[in-house]
């Protein structure tokens, strides 16, 4: 018997994907982390490991509605770094 993988949407191409395959933004009472473990507490949001889907969810301000939070702009300039070295797209 298979093990149970939840779907989650991705905020910026809005495809349906298992949980494992996202990366997990957290927003809690601290501040907004990138959860790669995806075991932080507090509202989540999920991207693609695509820098395309970043650049459409910073566009579209999709971790922005999803995290009921404004983002700075030195995140998103975190998520690009993290992106550009984790991710070779």
Known sequence: ???YI???KCVGCQEVKPKNQLLRI????RGVFIDEKQRLPGRGAYLCKKAECLHLAKKKKGL????KVT????FYDLLD??????YKN
Not at 64 to 67: D, I, Q, V, Y
Not at 71 to 74: F, R, S, V, Y
Not at 81 to 86: I, M, Q, T, V
């Open 64 to 67: 922005e509605r999803s995290l």
């Open 6 to 8: 939840p779907n989650r």
């Open 71 to 74: 983002i700075p702009k030195e």
């Open 26 to 29: 957290a927003k809690n009472d």
């Open 1 to 3: 018997m298979q093990k």
């Open 81 to 86: 770094k993290f992106f550009a070295e984790n």
